[in-house]
C-alpha cells in the first residue's frame, strides 16, 4: 500500500516563482523515507502541500488513497506534523502541551491522561514532564515536539527537519525514539534534512530534491554507487573530533562530505585513492 503519492506536483508564488516543477514520486507505507535538498529547493513546500496546509498550483498528490486538496479532513485524521520551527509552549510545563495537543486533536478527555504519559514514557521524558518547558534542552524540547506528534498514533508522520541545531548524540537519542516508535505502531516517516548521514542510516528510500525537481531516487546504498565516490571510514573509538580538524578535512579539495555517527567518522571523497596515504 502507498502512504504518499505525488502526480506532476507543481506549486508556483505569487505567479513567478517556482518553488516545484513536476514532482513525481511515492512512498511505501510503514518506510522511512528522507528528503535531502539544499536550501531553496522545495523541501518544506512538499512537506506543507501534503500536510495540507498549502494548495498546489496543479497536480495531484494522495496520502492514503485521498487527496490532499479534496480530502484534506480525511488526510489530517491519518497524520501529524512537526515544523522545523518551534511548536511547544515554554512558559507552561510539557504535560500541558501534551494536554493542549490531546484537546486539539479531540482525544476523548477520559483517555487523554493515558496517552499522554504513554507519549511521555515513549520519549523518555515522563520524569521532566512537570517543569516548564523552558528550562529543557533543544534536545528535549525536540522530543517533546515529536511526542506531542505521536499522541495520534499517526499513519504517516511529517518531520520538518527533526534534528537540526542539535548535538549528535541528541540527535541520535530522537532516532531511537522515532525508529521504536515505527516498529510498534508501523508509522511511516517522510522527513526533511541537510544531514546526510541520517538518511543513511535511518531512510529505507532517498529522494534528492533540486530547484523544484526530484533529481534522484533510491536506497542510500544505491546512491552511494551511482556518484561513483568513495568512502573512508575511520572508527574514534572513545575518541572525538575537534571541530577545527573536520573543517580541515572539509576544506580539503577532494572531500565532497563528512558525516559522524556513534564512533564513526566517514569520510566522502573523489579520487581519493590516489591522494590519500
Not at 75 to 99: A, C, H, M
Not at 104 to 132: F, H, Q, T, V
Not at 146 to 156: D, E, F, Q, S
Amino acid at each position: 500500500m502507498l502512504a504518499i503519492e505525488v502526480r506532476q506536483l507543481v506549486k508556483i508564488y505569487a505567479g513567478k516563482v517556482k518553488a516545484l516543477d513536476g514532482v513525481d514520486f511515492t512512498v511505501n507505507a510503514g518506510d522511512i523515507f528522507a528528503l535531502l535538498g539544499p536550501n531553496g529547493s522545495g523541501k518544506t513546500t512538499l512537506m506543507r502541500i501534503l500536510t495540507t496546509q498549502f494548495k498546489p498550483t496543479s497536480g495531484e498528490a494522495y496520502i492514503f488513497g485521498f487527496d490532499v486538496v479534496k480530502n484534506d479532513a480525511e488526510v489530517r485524521k491519518s497524520i501529524s506534523y512537526v515544523p522545523q520551527e518551534t511548536s511547544v509552549w515554554t512558559d507552561i510545563i510539557g504535560f500541558e502541551n501534551l494536554l493542549i495537543y490531546a484537546k486539539i486533536y479531540g482525544i476523548p478527555s477520559n483517555y487523554r491522561e493515558k496517552i499522554i504519559w504513554e507519549a511521555l514514557e515513549s520519549m523518555s521524558l515522563d520524569a521532566i514532564a512537570n517543569n516548564l518547558v523552558k528550562t529543557y534542552s533543544g534536545g528535549m524540547i525536540r522530543r517533546l515536539e515529536i511526542a506531542c506528534a505521536m499522541i495520534i498514533k499517526p499513519k504517516l508522520m511529517f518531520l520538518d527537519e527533526p534534528t537540526i541545531g542539535l548535538d549528535p548524540s541528541a540527535r541520535k537519542a530522537v532516532w531511537e525514539k522515532l525508529t521504536s516508535f515505527r516498529k510498534e505502531y508501523g508509522t511511516t516517516i517522510f522527513f526533511n534534512t541537510h544531514y546526510m548521514d541520517e538518511a543513511d542510516y535511518y531512510s529505507d528510500e532517498i529522494a534528492i530534491m533540486d530547484k523544484g525537481k526530484m533529481v534522484k531516487f533510491g536506497t542510500a546504498s544505491e546512491l552511494k554507487h551511482s556518484i561513483r565516490r568513495e568512502v573512508i571510514q575511520f572508527n574514534l573509538r572513545n575518541h572525538g573530533v575537534n571541530e577545527n580538524v573536520l573543517k580541515i578535512i572539509r576544506s580539503m579539495d577532494f572531500v565532497s562530505n563528512v558525516a559522524i555517527h556513534n564512533s564513526e567518522l566517514n569520510v566522502v571523497c573523489c579520487g581519493c585513492r590516489d591522494r590519500v596515504t
